[in-house]
Structure formats: structure tokens, C-alpha cells
């Protein structure tokens, strides 16, 4: 069984970026597609990026197209995160998310095996 364990997230101001990283374990990503979704308080869990399995094709939602960046090493079966220009309206917990049954994917319903989370606060 596959585990996905993110990382990266922390306090950082407006305007500043981070990385966060999803290594995965039990096996391997390379046939999957792979994406970072985001919870806000008192909101649903929404997209923000997802990559295919090649790493060819990448979506981003509209609030972080041009500022986050999603990529993907499968030799070292990790997904980043770049954030960059972060804004208040980025605080969220962000979740690594495999679709297991497809190799590419922009519905949040395909994506069946999911991290913790790690926690992205950005203050203004």
C-alpha cells in the first residue's frame, strides 16, 4: 500500500515562497497521476495543481496559475510544490493526492490515495 508523506509547509509572509515536497512509499509513482490540493478553514478541499504520470501535462487552478509550480521526480517517487508570490488567501492545508486507476487527472474524484497534510500559513 502506497503512503504519501508531505512536507515543506510552514509560516511565511506575504509575497515570500515556499516548497513543498510529497515522498511517497510502498510504491512507486511513476503510472500515476499526482496532485497538491488544499483545504482553507471553513472551506472544501479544492485542486490547486495536478502533473501526469510523465510529467508532460500540469493544471493549476486560476488562484495560483503563474505563482505555484508542480513537478515531479519518479526515480526519487516525489512531487513538489514551488509557491511563490504567496498570499494570505494561500493559507491552507495542503494535501499530496495519487490517482492510482489513471495517469492523468484535473477531478478531484479520480485521486484516491492521500497524504496528512502540511500546513501553509501566510501572514500579511
Known amino acids: 500500500q502506497m503512503r504519501l508523506v508531505e512536507s515543506g509547509g510552514g509560516l511565511v509572509q506575504a509575497g515570500g515562497s515556499l516548497m513543498l515536497s510529497c515522498a511517497a512509499s510502498?510504491?512507486?509513482?511513476?503510472?500515476?497521476?499526482m496532485g497538491w490540493f488544499r483545504r482553507a478553514p471553513g472551506k472544501e478541499r479544492e485542486i490547486a495543481a495536478t502533473?501526469?504520470?510523465?510529467?508532460?501535462?500540469?493544471y493549476y487552478a486560476d488562484s495560483v496559475k503563474g505563482r505555484f509550480t508542480i513537478s515531479r521526480d519518479n526515480t526519487k517517487s516525489t512531487v513538489y510544490l514551488q509557491m511563490n508570490s504567496l498570499k494570505p488567501e494561500d493559507t491552507a492545508l495542503y494535501y499530496c493526492?495519487?490517482?492510482?486507476?489513471?495517469?492523468?487527472?484535473?477531478?478531484?474524484?479520480?485521486?484516491?490515495?492521500w497524504g496528512q497534510g502540511t500546513q501553509v500559513t501566510v501572514s500579511s
Open positions: 510502498g510504491r512507486g509513482i511513476s503510472s500515476y497521476a
Open positions: 502533473i501526469s504520470a510523465s510529467g508532460r501535462s500540469t
Open positions: 493526492a495519487a490517482a492510482t486507476r489513471t495517469n492523468w487527472g484535473t477531478t478531484k474524484a479520480l485521486y484516491d490515495c
